[in-house]
């Protein structure tokens, strides 16, 4: 494909915004159609970025011939529906973490990949951070092996309120939201499948409906093992916070950025062409799209991870 990738964003909030901001970085891509819950936000987050259509429904936006790719930042519950519906609609589509809440829905969004021959792929952001980058890197040069992943994920969050302060219509989840991101990740950089996971869980909210706080311990194939816990509570710092435990470094990433046990900065600007975990992301996503392959962090990849939530949850609602 040599002409511009034409693309449609759905979920104009903090994670849309994101996003936006990103392929504005990349050649050869223009967002075309902009979705939105609400008309008028969205018409004023699309006159910003210059997208000439707004629409308050999906299938307007897929009804576009010009429209190639679908970016997806909707709430949680609306994932996998919505893949599916784009890819019957012939069109790519990259659907924020996480991909479900549900392993059969997860499911149905590969069967529709596979019937459409279309890329999909999920926003599994820490495959593409260069912090992360950094120690994927090392492990296929077989310099580095993980031995244990120590991770924090932490936010004040007791109202439906996202990342820039503004009011939610959905509720977040610490299990198939932000475990999910570890979950992968852990996977990923140990080479190695899951095959024990345990989950604990703290009081659920009366209003909120959620627990607030959660402890999950996995171990891989190859023997790896890994400590998250994930807190609504914790009034700061936020943020995720890794520490990678291995046989010859350790390594703490924070984001973007990256440090050796010692807290010694380590320079991952030449990791990849950004800084910017989302930027490279959406570009791994337009560049499966061009060469007509499998992307990282694909609905296929990931899968395997949604499989360790769903054990989880029926952990803990046993």
């Not at 009366?206 to 790896?224: R, T």
């Not at 350790?250 to 440090?259: K, P, Q």
């Not at 560049?287 to 952990?315: D, F, H, W």
Request: proline share 4%; hydrophobic share 40%.
């Amino acid at each position: 494909m040599t002409q511009p990738i034409k693309v449609a964003l759905a979920g104009a909030g903090a994670f849309g915004i994101k996003h936006l901001d990103g392929i504005q970085n990349i050649d050869g891509v223009e967002v075309v159609s902009l979705v939105g819950r609400r008309r008028e936000p969205t018409q004023a987050v699309a006159d910003k970025y210059g997208i000439g259509h707004v629409a308050t429904d999906l299938a307007e936006s897929l009804a576009r011939p010009d429209v190639d790719a679908v970016i997806l930042c909707t709430p949680t519950q609306m994932h996998a529906a919505q893949a599916i519906q784009c890819l019957q609609a012939g069109k790519h589509v990259q659907v924020e973490i996480p991909l479900c809440d549900k392993l059969a829905d997860g499911q149905r969004v590969l069967d529709a990949q596979r019937k459409a021959g279309r890329v999909a792929m999920v926003g599994h952001t820490r495959r593409f951070n260069p912090s992360h980058q950094y120690v994927h890197k090392k492990i296929a040069a077989g310099e580095f092996h993980v031995l244990q992943m120590d991770v924090q994920t932490y936010f004040f969050r007791r109202t439906n309120m996202n990342a820039l302060g503004q009011p939610r219509s959905w509720t977040d989840h610490l299990l198939w939201h932000h475990a999910a991101h570890t979950v992968d990740l852990f996977a990923y950089q140990a080479g190695s499948p899951i095959v024990q996971a345990n989950a604990l869980q703290g009081p659920v909210h009366p209003e909120l409906g959620i627990a607030m706080d959660m402890s999950i311990q996995l171990k891989a194939a190859n023997g790896a093992i890994c400590t998250l816990s994930l807190s609504f509570n914790n009034d700061g710092p936020l943020g995720t916070f890794f520490r990678y435990i291995g046989d010859s470094a350790t390594y703490i990433a924070r984001y973007d950025d990256l440090v050796n046990g010692k807290e010694e900065k380590i320079d991952v600007s030449k990791v990849a062409v950004s800084m910017n975990g989302i930027e490279l992301q959406d570009r791994e996503f337009f560049a499966a799209i061009r060469e007509g392959r499998e992307p990282n962090a694909s609905v296929a990849q990931v899968l395997p991870c949604y499989e360790v939530l769903q054990q989880l949850e029926q952990q803990l609602n046993a």
